[in-house]
């Protein structure tokens, strides 16, 4: 080759390297390659310079992440060869940088540096505001899945969670053998509050009952406001006699709730109806009808006092 041939093809490299690095600088993305095995930074874009500085020479985990004591545990390049040790194609993942903490989306390649050597080249395209919009949409959907099931007032569940869960945890019960108890209460007299104190006040003595039920049910029971000042109780894996111990347990913290209205004193009590199902072949609805039947029969013995369905 002659010495002007080669001067051309010289230029030719240059221009061609100049007008790609035009390309790669007007880029409002990262564009950077590393080397697989040193990790040294070939290159870096205008963009990528602009934050992490001029990296090209240096360590890509020194320099584009912060207290890295060694290459990133999340470095990707063992995902970009395939098993013979060749490039695998693209690999596209999200990752927020620990130096700016934005939200990336990179696009990763092992391509053949001009030299041969194997080399990673990440397309990194900044995500940050896609990611906080994708988190606010999540956190309401969160919410209004809870919103719409709970009971508004007593944030207890709400009726048709309970009719829901009730239903799958005797499904349960049915292939387990194991007994389900279901308990059904409801505050005595408290259309008197209502009348004597208010509509709001009686909305207090809701939310005071509410408490000391969400604090004594185990996490796996169900405690829900099923109606007006009706609370009704789904507990896995309990007999009878155990649900009883719970009941009367509630029915006695009840008892000793006082709710004052201005210089008032408002003593509330409640009464229970109590069921046990020992091997799930009874439908929530049935087993609650069954709780009501005996809660009926505690309202007409007087009140302030748990029955047992027969
Ligand atoms: N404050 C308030 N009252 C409610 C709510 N839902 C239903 N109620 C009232 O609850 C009362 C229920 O009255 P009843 O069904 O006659 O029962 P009770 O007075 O408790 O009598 P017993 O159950 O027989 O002891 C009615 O006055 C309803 O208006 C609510 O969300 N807030």
Request: aromatic share 8%; hydrophobic share 40%; glycine share 6%.
């Amino acid at each position: 080759m002659t010495k002007q041939v080669e001067n051309n093809e010289k230029k030719i490299a240059d221009e061609s390297y100049r007008s790609i690095s035009i390309v790669l600088d007007s880029l409002d993305a990262l564009v950077y390659v590393s080397d697989m095995e040193a990790y040294e930074v070939l290159l870096a874009n205008a963009y990528g310079r602009s934050i992490w500085g001029d990296i090209r020479g240096q360590t890509c985990w020194k320099v584009l992440q912060t207290d890295q004591d060694g290459p990133c545990s999340f470095c990707t390049n063992n995902r970009l060869l395939d098993e013979t040790g060749a490039p695998a194609g693209v690999y596209v993942w999200e990752f927020q940088n620990t130096v700016n903490k934005r939200w990336y989306q990179c696009r990763d390649l092992a391509i053949r540096w001009i030299d041969g050597r194997l080399v990673r080249l990440e397309i990194a395209t900044d995500i940050t505001d896609r990611k906080a919009i994708e988190e606010e949409l999540l956190a309401a959907k969160k919410y209004a899945e809870e919103l719409s099931q709970k009971d508004e007032l007593t944030g207890l569940n709400n009726r048709r969670v309970f009719f829901e869960r009730g239903h799958n945890i005797l499904e349960l019960a049915k292939r387990s053998g194991h007994s389900v108890s279901v308990i059904m209460m409801d505050i005595d007299h408290f259309k008197m509050t209502n009348d004597k104190y208010g509509h709001a006040v009686g909305d207090k003595v809701l939310q005071a009952v509410a408490e000391p039920l969400k604090r004594i049910v185990r996490e796996i029971d169900i405690v829900a406001r099923i109606g007006g000042e009706e609370f009704a109780f789904v507990l896995p894996e309990t007999c009878l006699e155990d649900a009883t111990i719970m009941a009367e347990r509630l029915r006695a913290e009840i008892e000793n709730l006082v709710v004052t209205n201005n210089e008032h004193q408002i003593k509330i009590t409640a009464s229970f109806g109590l069921v046990a199902c020992e091997d799930g072949n009874i439908g929530i609805d049935a087993l609650l009808a069954n709780a009501d039947e005996a809660l009926y029969i505690a309202k007409r013995n007087g009140r302030n006092q748990i029955k047992k369905y027969h």
